[in-house]
């Protein structure tokens, strides 16, 4: 008999505060305005209208930027690289974004910017927090003139907010984000710590809308061990979070079944704003980190204006009726990210395997 555990959306109307459910309608006015001038740069005839509309959507664009960054500010749970960091380093995440968004990156060059991507979103979630407490650490190097050389570097020390990490995969787009994290704890760490996986196969059921959509966790393709998430601080890394939908459904199983996290990260590359207040409304000592706030969704739950499919275009698209396993999956990044990330490879196929 098939495991399966559906959260309905319904079941997340909830969580949302009321002012949440103003400051969503409000940025969603905000959007549909800017959707305008979507539309007639689409449609333009000559250079002049269409810079006039591209001109019309950098105003709207700056003024939705501007709202969410003040509506944000008394919400700690949830932070936004661009609000929180300096000036000086918001140019590299804007044009990451732009570049993941563009339809014309292609599949390789994509991974290479979210790779870019989570190592930012790393230093900011884990990094930035540990600078008070430094370690030095003493590294070789290849010189031996005139006897062998060694470097003093110090580095934040993560350890104390690492050490207890899970690594938690909603698979399947979020599996290389995840290997990603894994591998900057791993390279922060005193001992070369890599973190234990557990992979949790769910989806939304796309044949639905927005408001009646329904999250499917699949127990039966599944892999983790419910002992060794209790007391454990759990990161989730996914490239998206839209509704919130699926991360919710994952953990409301967890608290069901007696697993209580220590705390509960959430880290994407983009995160809509209604998804964003959902989760930390619903989940228990979490904390949403995105690179970039999106502020719309459709009534298909896309983020808008979004960079697509971002499972699709990580791991490229299953033949109809025959999707790939985990190890499919993993062969199929190739021995460049398979080589990169052995550990969190090897660490995936124990918990597979096992």
Same mark, same amino acid.
């Given at each position: 008999?098939?495991?399966k ?36 740069i ?7 209208? #269409? ?7 950098i ?18 749970? %949830?932070h ?17 974004i732009?570049? +993941? ?25 884990? &990094?930035?927090?540990?600078?008070h ?14 006897? #062998?050389?060694? !470097? ?10 690492t ?12 599996? +290389? ?12 760490? !005193? ?10 196969k769910?989806? /939304? ?13 699949? +127990? ?51 995160? !809509?704003?209604?998804?964003? @207040?959902?989760?930390?409304?619903? *989940? ?12 719309? @969704? ?11 499919? &971002? ?5 490229? *698209? ?5 999707? /790939? ?5 993993? &062969? ?15 660490? %995936? ?6």
């Amino acid at each position: 008999m098939s495991r399966k555990v559906i959260l309905h959306a319904t079941d997340l109307d909830g969580f949302l505060k009321d002012e949440d459910k103003k400051m969503i309608s409000e940025v969603g006015n905000l959007y549909e305005k800017s959707l305008e001038a979507c539309a007639a740069i689409d449609s333009a005839t000559n250079s002049e209208v #269409r810079s006039a509309a591209e001109k019309d959507l950098i105003e709207k664009s700056d003024n939705i930027g501007s709202f969410l960054e003040k509506s944000l500010e008394n919400e700690p749970h %949830i932070h936004v690289y661009c609000f929180e960091t300096p000036d000086e380093l918001h140019g590299a995440a804007s044009r990451l974004i732009a570049k +993941l968004r563009d339809p014309k990156t292609g599949h390789e060059e994509f991974l290479y910017y979210i790779q870019r991507a989570y190592e930012l979103l790393f230093a900011h979630a884990f &990094a930035d927090n540990s600078l008070h407490t430094k370690r030095s650490i003493v590294t070789k190097t290849p010189v031996t003139n005139p006897c #062998r050389n060694y !470097a003093v570097h110090r580095i934040p020390n993560t350890e104390g907010i690492t050490k207890d990490a899970v690594m938690c995969v909603m698979l399947r787009g979020a599996l +290389l984000p995840s290997m990603i994290i894994s591998k900057e704890i791993q390279d922060y760490s !005193a001992d070369g710590h890599v973190t234990p996986f557990a992979l949790f196969k769910i989806k /939304r059921d796309e044949s639905k809308k927005e408001s009646n959509m329904d999250y499917v966790l699949d +127990l039966d393709k599944s892999f983790f061990n419910l002992k060794e998430l209790d007391g454990k601080d759990l990161i989730f890394a996914d490239p998206m979070n839209a509704t919130g939908g699926s991360l919710v459904t994952i953990i409301k199983y967890l608290t069901d079944n007696g697993i209580k996290p220590r705390c509960v990260k959430f880290i994407n590359v983009i995160s !809509a704003l209604k998804g964003a @207040l959902r989760i930390v409304r619903a *989940v228990e000592n979490c904390d949403v980190y995105t690179l970039w706030m999106d502020p719309y @969704l459709n009534d298909a739950a896309y983020i808008l204006p979004g960079l697509g499919d &971002a499972g699709d275009r990580l791991n490229g *698209v299953d033949l109809p009726g025959n999707p /790939r396993n985990m190890i499919q999956l993993i &062969a199929d990044y190739g021995s460049t990210i398979t080589n990169l990330y052995r550990d969190q490879v090897k660490k %995936i196929e124990e918990t597979v395997l096992s």
